[in-house]
């Protein structure tokens, strides 16, 4: 059992969160489809549930980083849906000052680290950002996201043998959901349980149902208190599903939509939802005026975007790391 109690306040969360973020990249697709966001789009459609249960397990304090899946991760943290929207349309209000678009978000405040295009660049990183709060003496703890593509990198395990050899407070997360790019688990590995690559360096680890809230909650708070207490890392793998393509340009040949279909049904909202009417938690009115917020929200995020002015040309060469006298630029 989860040391943070679930409450009927933890699934009016949980509902609210999700919805924002549905909402919102139902609104972000809309948009790429019009060109008003350009380069890559990767939605997260389907796998709400993983963020919530992250965030009501977690705490002000603890960071997060991810990959390029990134837009409802450092909403969930805190930032706004003004600014991220700002940010996909590549305007100076954005996150990233519009430099980064859909796959590199970040939000130093709520300590998001990233938003990282490189598949599995983001693990040694999320280790990194654990030493330090190890290393400054406190007890935040470092939520780190990947895809189960990034699982297939060498980083990976260089980063769990580090991480446990030094009891790192990190908890790894593969959101696993089944096709990498485009390719299935089972074709390119011969461990399709993922979460026993832990195995191999004694890090504790196990499957979780991505679907479901609770699950992942209990899974995050037992990792994120093991973490705390000075025990080291988890891996979890975190069994989700997407309802979109990986990217807006995906065909999605690889998968027959009676499956996409068999997922929806264990849509993690409309299951919450479930919830908090068979408890009698909220009426039909809650959530008709949670549904309206949430509608204004992404609308006002539209309508700040559009407003907000381009960068400056001179952004071209501000926040660019350059070594002063660097020795080998020839005239």
């Given at each position: 059992m989860s040391s943070i109690a679930i409450t009927k306040e933890t699934y009016l969360y949980w509902y609210e969160l999700m919805l924002l973020l549905r909402r919102f990249e139902e609104k972000a697709g809309q948009l790429y489809g019009q060109q008003k966001i350009r380069g890559f789009c990767h939605l997260y459609i389907g796998q709400e549930a993983v963020v919530a249960g992250a965030m009501s397990a977690s705490k002000k304090g603890d960071s997060m980083i991810t990959a390029y899946r990134?837009?409802?991760?450092?909403?969930?943290?805190?930032?706004?849906?003004?600014?991220?929207?700002?940010?996909?349309?590549?305007?100076?209000?954005?996150?990233?000052?519009?430099?980064?678009?859909?796959?590199?978000?970040?939000?130093?405040?709520?300590?998001?680290?990233?938003?990282?295009?490189?598949?599995?660049?983001?693990?040694?990183?999320?280790?990194?950002?654990?030493?330090?709060?190890?290393?400054?003496?406190?007890?935040?703890?470092n939520l780190c996201f990947m895809g189960d593509g990034a699982v297939r990198q060498g980083a990976l395990n260089e980063t769990f043998n580090m991480a446990m050899n030094w009891k790192l407070p990190v908890v790894f997360v593969v959101e696993n959901n089944g096709y990498a790019m485009g390719t299935s688990v089972a074709r390119t590995s011969n461990t399709t349980d993922i979460y026993k690559l832990g195995l191999g360096y004694e890090m504790p680890c196990m499957p979780v149902d991505g679907m479901d809230p609770v699950a992942v909650h209990n899974a995050m708070d037992e990792a994120i208190q093991r973490a705390r207490r000075g025990e080291g890392p988890t891996f979890l793998e975190v069994r989700t599903y997407r309802y979109k393509g990986h990217s807006m340009s995906d065909p999605?040949?690889?998968?027959?939509?009676?499956?996409?279909?068999?997922?929806?049904?264990?849509?993690?909202?409309?299951?919450?939802?479930?919830?908090?009417q068979k408890e009698k938690w909220a009426d039909e009115a809650w959530f008709d005026e949670i549904a309206a917020k949430v509608k204004a929200q992404v609308e006002e995020a539209v309508k700040f975007a559009e407003e907000s002015p381009w960068p400056d040309a001179s952004e071209l060469y501000t926040d660019v790391y350059a070594e002063p006298n660097y020795p080998f630029i020839k005239d």
């Open positions: 990134d837009h409802a991760h450092p909403i969930a943290m805190g930032m706004s849906p003004n600014v991220a929207m700002a940010e996909l349309y590549g305007k100076a209000t954005g996150c990233s000052k519009g430099k980064g678009g859909s796959m590199h978000f970040f939000d130093k405040e709520n300590k998001f680290f990233g938003g990282h295009g490189i598949v599995g660049g983001q693990i040694p990183v999320g280790a990194g950002v654990a030493f330090a709060e190890k290393y400054l003496g406190t007890d935040n703890v999605q040949k690889y998968r027959t939509k009676q499956e996409v279909e068999e997922y929806k049904a264990k849509d993690p909202i409309e299951i919450v939802k479930s919830h908090i």
